[in-house]
């Protein structure tokens, strides 16, 4: 059964997230909100919440994980950067852009595209995801909360409590989960890729 915890949206209680980052430091799977849409996340070195993940979502190993960073420096250790590509994210960060670049020997190979060996990596522009992030010390291995069969993400806490409340072990629910995507962009060759459409404007990527 998953944990439940309602926090403020604008001041998210330490002692709240404390017990949130105590279940994801020891294995646990929890639903967050981002300034897109709900996320699943777990730690770096989780390889059961990847594969809970993966089972809950049905992915393939070809799924880009994402690594939710609290800032550019953060992000900057897990992929490599061109100059070009770096003006672009960083003029994009925070946001809500996922971009797809080659991993650093940081990521588990696990977290990679097999082939490409790329990774998605995204700085959000949310208060309780930030306060999360900098209580853990650490990127979050997310991926976008929508269900098998489902055309939009979830957006409602309560709703993801009683739909997944046998395979999560906390929902986290600040009265506001967003209500669409990240847009995502693939900026691992010569030519940026906008792979999909959602929250952040991907004019500046055409």
């Not at 089972?55 to 897990?78: K, N, P, S, W, Y």
């Not at 061109?82 to 994210?89: D, E, G, K, T, Y």
Request: aromatic share 6%; charged share 30%.
């Amino acid at each position: 059964m998953a944990r439940y915890f309602d926090v403020h949206p604008d001041n998210p209680q330490p002692r709240v997230l404390r017990q949130v980052v105590d279940l994801i430091r020891d294995g646990g799977l929890v639903a967050y909100p981002t300034d897109s849409c709900y996320a699943f996340g777990c730690q770096l070195g989780n390889r059961d919440g990847l594969d809970r993940i993966r089972e809950i979502r049905r992915l393939d190993e070809r799924h880009h994980f994402t690594l939710v960073c609290q800032d550019f420096a953060q992000l900057g250790q897990l992929v490599h950067v061109s100059n070009s590509v770096f003006r672009l994210v960083k003029a994009s960060t925070p946001g809500s852009y996922t971009f797809i670049l080659p991993a650093t020997k940081e990521v588990p190979r696990r977290l990679m595209h097999p082939r490409k060996r790329t990774v998605g990596v995204r700085v959000p522009d949310h208060v309780v995801t930030q306060a999360l992030l900098a209580e853990l010390g650490e990127p979050l291995v997310s991926s976008t909360l929508i269900l098998p069969g489902d055309e939009e993400p979830m957006t409602q806490g309560w709703e993801i409590k009683e739909r997944l409340d046998h395979v999560l072990d906390a929902v986290i629910d600040d009265g506001d989960g967003g209500k669409e995507p990240t847009t995502v962009v693939d900026l691992s060759e010569d030519e940026p890729v906008i792979l999909r459409r959602g929250a952040g404007d991907p004019s500046r990527f055409e």
